[in-house]
């Protein structure tokens, strides 16, 4: 028989006898990163956990590639985004049920926090501008471009290039529908800029945004991310 009581499960067995057993332990800082640097290498894990990479937009682009990051042990995550969790968001999106009504960026802390308990995390739950870029993303190298909206993804992916070209761009362009998710490629535009997706599918054209190719696209934004912070600047 099987019940829980708070973060204790416990397990009776037939002579009635009760033997705790706790999940809720949480691993120190050594041991995690002693398993990150087992699985990775010392190399990369130093680098990796020294690295800051602002997320720009947190839907299904962009909380997926911060899952991703912090899982592989990325030291510091600047979240920015001015929505609420929907419940709409949940067929691709890294959050909860329980967490409809939230913003976007205190619901993921709290999820990136129960992965990585001891990442570094900024939010700001705001909209960004041309006005505001600059001074949102001066702290960052590395800048991940996750918007919605093909009109939010030109105004940043420019302001970036024209305005702060030290630093280091990775958009995302063409993951709707249930096409092959080996049409999703990582390419390298230009410079400092690269960009993931097919580069031609739209959710205006009927075929609907999935899991399964949301995170693919995601998920080559987050390589190409760590390929950055290792030096691996080819795409």
Request: with cysteine.
């Amino acid at each position: 028989m099987w019940w829980r009581s708070s973060a204790l499960w416990e397990v009776a067995d037939l002579s009635g006898k009760r033997e705790p057993e706790r999940f809720d332990r949480i691993p120190s800082r050594e041991e995690m990163r002693a398993a990150l640097a087992e699985r990775h290498g010392e190399e990369i894990q130093r680098a990796v956990e020294k690295a800051s990479v602002a997320v720009c937009g947190l839907g299904g682009l962009g909380s997926n590639v911060a899952v991703a990051l912090a899982r592989a042990g990325v030291g510091r995550l600047h979240l920015i985004d001015f929505d609420e969790v929907d419940i709409t968001n949940l067929n691709r999106q890294q959050y909860d049920a329980c967490q409809t009504g939230r913003s976007k960026t205190d619901a993921l802390k709290e999820n990136l926090l129960r992965i990585s308990p001891y990442i570094s995390i900024e939010t700001d739950n705001t909209r960004i501008t041309e006005e505001n870029a600059a001074r949102l993303l001066a702290g960052e190298d590395i800048i991940c471009e996750a918007f919605d909206s093909a009109e939010d993804k030109a105004m940043l992916v420019n302001f970036l290039l024209e305005n702060m070209p030290e630093k280091y761009v990775v958009a995302a362009s063409g993951m709707a529908g249930l096409e092959s998710a080996n049409t999703i490629k990582t390419r390298k535009v230009a410079g400092r800029f690269y960009l993931c997706g097919d580069g031609k599918s739209d959710i205006a054209d009927g075929g609907g945004l999935f899991a399964s190719r949301v995170m693919a696209c995601a998920a080559h934004q987050a390589n190409m991310i760590l390929r950055i912070i290792m030096g691996r600047l080819e795409a």
